[in-house]
């Protein structure tokens, strides 16, 4: 079969973009080819759980402009499959005075973004959201909330194989050959035709691009994050979720406590440069993957301007004694013994030639191609914003 479309990766973004494209047009022949044996297998499926407000982001930019409307669009969409959801409210917390300047900032761009319920909290109203937090100032955000993305995977895999679509997991690709008229995308086990190809395909999002683009300027650097759990008796600590004021120089939130659907309490995550793309452990190293990164020329840049941030992840990562006392500076009560181990994630961060690590997401097109280059955090939030995005893109480009 040839068909109008195929989408590279099944994890979230991949998904909402076969639904959106099928909500648009039902008649459509589309296929989804995934490389592990399940779908959502690694950064849909090892994130926090968390409903992002879209407060963080730059007003008009893609992550605040999707983040909004895929947020309404994902609540929406749990409402009408019945996926559970809590939207419980975070704290953003300023501990010291050189974070309150960056903390009214956060606050004026909630603002900006249309979020006009999140509350400024002084210093003896803090223990009236989060008991336990100690803090100068913060902002209580209350249209945050957690889920299980996962489930909503499922549902939409469900719905897009009820239209007609097909799935293919354990199929990685390994060429895309191309003309005018068509996509040749040969995997491992098969080969498929096409009109059009979407790349969606995360942490190797730029090793699909450069299958026919090799003068492409952009590389995925992983970065692993690491958490712990809070041990049962210790999760009275926490009722919500609680955020430091993250780092305006870096596209990371700093560890965080955040409650989860299912119950528990998570702690972190860090931000560690890991060896593998898929290196979810310290012991996981790719010789190839690792000479990748560091021979990137924009990614030096970044190591030799931050070099110092990096030592201190590394660090963290290596000492429970150092990881807690970060978690300390929210919750003084927080202890060494109160932590357990849990599995980590890693987030495929683009980062150009020039030193930037992208900020925002980044979507290109090619004369047969869209490729997905930059969609970390909030794309899972905002995956059904991003899907109908990709899908207005697409169906344009197939009526041109």
């Known amino acids: 079969m040839k068909y109008d479309f195929i989408i590279i990766g099944g994890g979230i973004v991949g998904l909402a973009t076969a639904y959106n494209l099928l909500k648009k047009k039902p008649e459509l022949k589309i296929c989804i080819l995934e490389k592990e044996d399940t779908l959502a297998a690694h950064q849909t499926g090892h994130n926090s759980g968390v409903i992002h407000s879209g407060i963080y982001y730059k007003p008009g930019s893609l992550k605040a402009q999707n983040c909004l409307l895929g947020y309404r669009m994902l609540i929406d969409f749990c409402n009408e499959h019945k996926i559970n959801y809590d939207l419980c409210g975070k704290l953003i917390v300023a501990v010291n005075t050189n974070e309150l300047t960056e903390l009214d900032k956060l606050y004026q761009r909630g603002i900006d973004n249309g979020l006009h319920k999140n509350i400024l909290v002084e210093k003896d109203e803090i223990k009236n959201f989060e008991p336990n937090v100690s803090g100068l100032r913060a902002i209580h955000v209350p249209y945050t909330g957690i889920i299980d993305y996962k489930h909503v995977c499922n549902k939409l895999a469900e719905l897009i ?63 692993r994050g ?19 004021v993250p780092d305006p120089n870096f596209p990371f939130l700093g560890v965080h406590f955040t409650r989860m659907i299912e119950g528990g309490v998570k702690a972190g995550p860090n931000a560690i440069f890991a060896f593998k793309r898929e290196g979810y452990k310290m012991s996981d ?59 980590a994630g890693v987030r495929a961060q683009a980062c150009d030639k020039f030193g930037g690590l992208i900020d925002d997401f980044k979507i290109i097109e090619e004369s047969n191609a869209i490729h997905v280059l930059n969609a970390p955090s909030p794309a899972a939030t905002s995956s059904l914003s991003i899907g109908k995005k990709i899908a207005d893109l697409a169906i344009n480009k197939s009526n041109n």
């Open 285 to 343: 190293v790719d010789l190839i993957e690792l000479y990748e990164s560091l021979s990137w020329p924009g990614f030096q840049k970044v190591m030799m301007k931050y070099w110092k941030t990096g030592i201190g992840e590394f660090y963290r990562s290596f000492s429970k004694a150092a990881f807690t006392k970060a978690l300390q500076r929210l919750i003084p009560d927080v202890k060494k013994d109160d932590l357990i181990s849990s599995e």
């Open 226 to 244: 690491e958490y712990f759990l809070l041990k049962p008796e210790k999760r009275n600590l926490v009722k919500n979720l609680i955020y430091p």
């Open 161 to 223: 194989l009820a239209m007609g679509a097909g799935s293919y997991t354990s199929h990685k690709v390994m060429q895309i050959q191309q003309d005018k008229n068509e996509v040749l995308i040969i995997t491992e086990k098969e080969s498929f035709l096409t009109k059009y190809f979407i790349n969606c395909a995360g942490l190797f999002s730029d090793k699909i691009a450069s299958l026919n683009n090799r003068n492409l300027d952009t590389r995925i650097i992983p970065f």
